[in-house]
Nanobody, 131 residues
Framework: QVQLVESGGGLVQPGGSLRLSCAASGFPLDDYSIGWFRQAPGKEREAVSC????????YYARSVKGRFAISRDNAKNRVYLQMNSLKPEDTAVYYC????????????????????????WGKGTLVTVSS
């Protein structure tokens, strides 16, 4: 059974950093493309970042490019999201999931969220950016 568990969220001041972790059980993480998503209160879920299964290519939403970095540690069976220069608008519950379309992107190369292609959601971890 595919299961993903997120951790690493918390309260951080604007400009600060956090590293989120997505741990997998029941399967090798590099068998799938893994996406990070977030949902702020009262807003729709949105794509944040994705790493492909075979090549390890990475994609980001426009709003986080240059600030966030996704990586994968196959030995630990984890995917990480390093978040730097955090802003209050980054406040949300962050989720990881398998992206069965291998990280789709728009014409500008920004990662996009296609709900029908995403599965095996974790329960999420809350990130709050506030002074």
């Amino acid at each position: 059974q595919v299961q993903l568990v997120e951790s690493g969220g918390g309260l951080v001041q604007p400009g600060g950093s956090l590293r989120l972790s997505c741990a997998a059980s029941g399967f090798p993480l590099d068998d799938y493309s893994i996406g990070w998503f977030r949902q702020a209160p009262g807003k729709e879920r949105e794509a944040v970042s994705c790493i492909t299964d075979i090549d390890g290519n990475t994609y980001y939403a426009r709003s986080v490019k240059g600030r966030f970095a996704i990586s994968r540690d196959n030995a630990k069976n984890r995917v990480y999201l390093q978040m730097n220069s955090l802003k209050p608008e980054d406040t949300a519950v962050y989720y990881c999931a398998t992206d069965l379309e291998s990280c789709p992107y728009d014409f500008d190369g920004n990662y996009i969220y296609r709900p029908a292609a995403v599965a095996s959601w974790g329960k999420g971890t809350l990130v709050t950016v506030s002074s």
